[in-house]
């Protein structure tokens, strides 16, 4: 039983060390935690184990808790602890997919058992995962990350390339897009996979904690510093770091985490002592790091640094032959998730979902999933406010469309001046007029010098 694991959660220090005792004891390995932030970096996909916490709790609670650990994997068995007045809030709980709950006060053997059954569970779980993947089925990657384009059979042909490597990695791509969720599929599919996974958003590190929270303290490096503490990048050890949107980082901080990047040590403050970290480091931005690095607010060392490998994410505008299979998708989970009956979509939603923009990208589609799971509908364009909208956003597109057909004409399909006169990057020129079906063939100016077709060259 010691290969799986018990992720205990409770912020009273004297409750969580007898209940950690009486699971050791029976057998179980137990790794115990007095708040939820820590124990989510120890859940994956291929986590072999349960999750038993408080309900209770400062800072994140065990309801947040249990819808982020459903979020990564809704088949992790979550038990709730509750105290007498929460027991309602347990039940519903369990309508939401928690597996169990207990009531405060417990005996450790109650707990014990309930803990087996769900480690069971957990064990069928991903027995059944390994042999549907033995069996030739559609694999992990392409369940976390679907899609028939070309661009995402690419994405995730190059993931599987990487994963089983140490190679650092920088993901690009608009909000929405999966950033994450790719970052977790190249931690699953490595050798770290059984170490701890630490997301840090850079763009919401308190400005005065940085370093504290990133690379530990001793006891007395700066007032109030009572004891030593581990930081994010010490904890990790073994593991991957997900430094998310890097671009948010600020600049001074930037020199010291290339500095670990380089060397693979880190210090802690009010330390002399460099400590060796063994971590991957994963970096997710939307933002263009190269215009970042022109503008100044990103050191073109630290880039060149991170995008040892490059992953971009497609947006949906960029894909959208797959959208109406991924809302079936993400419908078929929600119903799962909330514990409904299958759910047939219509095909006018379908051809609703379809016609629609998505500038939020997959999660946006997955929130309209959930909504039209629990019964609150798409509000489909058929109110006049909608439609209206819809129009104004066709007219505005026509005319986008005739504005880049013009400058073509104007340029004898030479691209260059046409990016330059209108203000946007070449890449987002491309872009327009994949969209909307512009060649510039058919503006004055001849295929490729081999005769072959060449839409793009300038």
Known sequence: ???ATVLLVDDEDELRRSTAQSLDLAGFSVRDFAGAERALDFITQGFNGVVVTDIRMPGMDGMTLMARIRDIDPDIPVILATGHGDVQLAVRAMREGAYDFVEKPFTGQHLADMAAR????????LENRQLRAVAGKRDDIEARLPGRTQAMIDLRYRLRAVAGTDADALIIGDTGTGKEVTARALHDLSSRAARPFVAINCAALP???IESELFGHEAGAFPGAMRARFGKFEHARGGTVLLDEIGSMPVDLQAKLLRVIQERVITRLGSNEALPLDVRFVATSKADLEAEVAAGRFRADLLYRLNVVTLRLPSLSARREDVPLLFLQLVSEAAA?????????????IAEIERREWPGNVRELRNAADRYVLGLGLQ???DAGDAAASRLAERVADFEKGVIAGALSAHGGSLKPVYETLGISRKTLYEKMQKYGLDKRDHGRESGANGGPDHFRD
């Open 1 to 3: 039983m010691k290969s």
């Open 118 to 125: 769900a480690l069971d569970r957990r064990r069928l779980v």
């Open 207 to 209: 400005a005065t904690l």
């Open 337 to 349: 998730r909330y514990r409904r009956d299958d759910i047939e979509v219509p095909q006018r939603v």
């Open 380 to 382: 489909l364009a058929d």
